[in-house]
C-alpha cells in the first residue's frame, strides 16, 4: 500500500484510502480526493491514463511519469507498465475506439483510460472482467464519474466483438503496425526489403545490454560473476554482455562502483569506431548523459576530452556518470554549434558528433515519440544537425576523424546528411559507415567516420 507510514516523525493518521489526486497539467483535470486503493489496478489505470494525456497534449512520458513520484515503486513499476504498453501500441487503439465510439470523446484523460484499459485487456485477457470493473471504478474519478457508462460499455462491447475487430485491426495498416502512417511510409521507402523488421523491432521490448569496464573487468570474468547470482548473460561485441532478462541495475554487482554501465550494443560502436589514440584531445559534443564519453575514456588511455551539452540538466548527468566510472573529463554546458563562445582555438583529433536527431531507430525505448513526433520534424532535425557539422568540422586537425552518430534509421539524417555534408565539404574523406537497423540484439544507431584530409 501506498499509505505505509514514514519512519519518524510519525504521520497523522489518514483514511486508509483517501489520496490526493493530482493530474498532470493540460491533462484535463484538477487535484481531487481519491477513494481508489494505492495498490489497485483502478489506481494504475487512472495515473497511466494521465501520464498518457499529457503525452497526447504534448509532453514526453518521462514527464508525464514524473507527477508520480511520490507512489510507491511497485505502484510507478506497473504505471509505467501499463503507459509504455498504451504508447508502444500507436494506432491500435484509436482504431479500435473509432469503431466502438459513436463519436469522438472530448475528455483526454477518459480517452486516455480507454486506450490503456483496451490495451490491459489485451495483454491480460485472462481476467477480463476484473478489468473492465478495475476501469469503470477509475473513471469514476474522473470528471466527476461521468464516464462510467461510457467506460463500462465501451469495453463490454470491445470483448463482445473482439474477434471481428482483430481482423479489422489486422487489415488497417497503422492499427497493424502500430506506427505512424507518414512513419511507416518514410521506412517502407528507406527500406523496401526490412521495413517490417524495423517496425516489428520497434514494437518490442527492448533488450537490456551492459558495457563492461575493461578498466576493471573482462566480459568473460563478469559474466561469470552474474552467472553465480543468477542473472544469464551472453558476449556482444567488445565489450558488451546482453541480459537474458532485464534486472533491476541495484542487483547487478559493483554496479554502484562502476564495474559496467548499461549501454546498448549499438550505442558501443561508437567509441569502438572513434577509437582515439592514446593521449588524443578529444570533443564528445553532444554528450549527455554521457554513455559513449564514458566508453571513450574505459578505452582511450590519457585521452584530454572535452564533453558538452546544451542541456545543463542533461549536462549534470554526465559528472554523475563519470563520478560513479571514475573518470574524468572536461564538462561543459555549451551550444556546440556556436563555437566562439566555447572553443580555445586549438584543434581536435578526433570528434564525436552524436547529435540530435529523431530517435527513430530507439521508438522501443521511447514510444511517447511515435506520438510526439511529426514527418517535418525530421527537416528540422536535419537542418540542426547540417549546421552541427559545418560548426564542428573547422575545429578537427588535418589528418584527424569526426565520427557523425544519430539513433535514427532515418536516411535524411543519416547517409543523406553526409552525402550532402561531403558536397559542402570535399575535403571530409568517408572511412567506414554502418546503417545499423534495430533487431533483438541492437537499438538502430548510423555511424560515418570522416577523416580530414592533411
Ligand atoms: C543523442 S543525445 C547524446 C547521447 C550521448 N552522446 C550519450 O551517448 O550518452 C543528443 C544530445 O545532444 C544535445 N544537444 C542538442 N543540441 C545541441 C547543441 N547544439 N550543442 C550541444 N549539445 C546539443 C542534447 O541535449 C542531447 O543530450
Not at 267 to 275: F, G, K
Not at 363 to 371: C, G, I, L, N, Y
Amino acid at each position: 500500500m501506498s499509505t505505509a507510514s514514514p519512519p519518524s516523525p510519525p504521520a497523522p493518521t489518514r483514511p486508509r484510502f483517501t489520496r490526493i489526486v493530482r493530474a498532470p497539467e493540460g491533462a484535463g483535470s484538477r487535484s481531487a480526493p481519491s477513494a481508489l486503493p494505492g495498490d489497485s489496478l483502478a489506481w494504475q489505470l487512472l495515473l497511466a491514463a494521465r501520464a498518457i494525456a499529457a503525452v497526447r497534449a504534448g509532453r514526453s512520458l518521462t514527464e508525464g511519469l514524473q507527477t508520480f513520484g511520490a507512489e510507491p515503486p511497485a505502484t510507478r513499476a506497473a504505471v509505467a507498465d501499463i503507459a509504455y504498453g498504451t504508447l508502444r501500441r500507436y494506432g491500435w487503439g484509436d482504431f479500435m475506439l473509432g469503431r466502438l465510439l459513436q463519436k469522438a470523446l472530448p475528455h483526454p484523460e477518459a480517452h486516455a483510460l480507454l486506450l490503456a484499459s483496451l490495451h490491459r485487456l489485451e495483454t491480460w485477457p485472462a481476467d477480463r472482467h476484473t478489468v473492465v470493473d478495475q476501469a469503470v471504478a477509475a473513471a469514476g474519478e474522473i470528471a466527476g464519474g461521468a464516464f462510467r457508462g461510457l467506460v463500462n460499455g465501451v469495453l463490454r462491447n470491445y470483448l463482445r466483438q473482439h474477434d471481428a475487430l482483430a481482423a479489422a485491426a489486422a487489415d488497417d495498416v497503422v492499427a497493424a503496425w502500430q506506427h505512424p502512417r507518414w512513419w511507416i511510409d518514410k521506412l517502407r521507402r528507406a527500406w523496401p526489403a526490412d521495413w517490417q523488421a524495423v517496425l516489428a523491432a520497434g514494437n518490442a521490448p527492448p533488450p537490456m545490454t551492459l558495457r563492461v569496464n575493461r578498466c576493471l573487468a573482462t566480459p568473460a570474468d563478469y559474466r561469470a560473476r552474474l552467472a553465480a547470482l543468477g542473472i544469464e548473460a551472453r558476449p556482444l561485441g567488445e565489450s558488451g554482455l546482453r541480459l537474458v532478462r532485464p534486472v533491476a541495475v541495484d542487483a547487478l554487482p559493483d554496479f554502484a562502483t562502476g564495474a559496467v554501465s548499461v549501454q546498448d550494443a549499438g550505442a558501443q560502436r561508437a567509441a569502438e569506431l572513434l577509437d582515439p589514440a592514446p593521449g588524443s584531445r578529444v570533443l564528445d559534443a553532444c554528450a549527455a548523459p554521457g554513455g559513449k564519453t564514458a566508453h571513450l575514456l574505459e578505452r582511450g588511455e590519457n585521452l584530454d576530452l572535452l564533453a558538452l551539452d546544451i542541456d545543463g540538466v542533461r549536462t549534470a548527468r554526465i559528472e554523475d556518470t563519470l563520478r560513479r566510472l571514475g573518470l574524468r573529463a572536461s564538462v561543459r554546458v555549451a551550444d556546440c554549434a556556436t563555437v566562439d563562445a566555447w572553443w580555445d582555438g586549438r584543434p581536435f583529433d578526433a570528434i564525436l558528433a552524436d547529435v540530435p536527431c529523431s530517435a527513430s531507430g530507439v521508438v522501443r525505448r521511447h514510444p511517447d515519440s511515435k506520438w510526439l513526433r511529426r514527418e517535418s520534424d525530421i527537416r528540422r532535425f536535419a537542418r540542426t544537425q547540417a549546421a552541427i557539422l559545418d560548426a564542428l568540422w573547422p575545429l578537427l586537425r588535418p589528418g584527424g576523424r569526426l565520427l557523425y552518430a544519430t539513433c535514427s534509421v532515418f536516411p535524411e539524417e543519416n547517409a543523406g546528411q553526409i552525402d550532402a555534408f561531403r558536397v559542402r565539404q570535399p575535403g571530409a574523406v568517408r572511412l567506414h559507415e554502418t546503417q545499423l537497423l534495430p533487431c533483438d540484439d541492437h537499438d538502430g544507431f548510423y555511424y560515418a567516420l570522416l577523416q580530414k584530409s592533411a
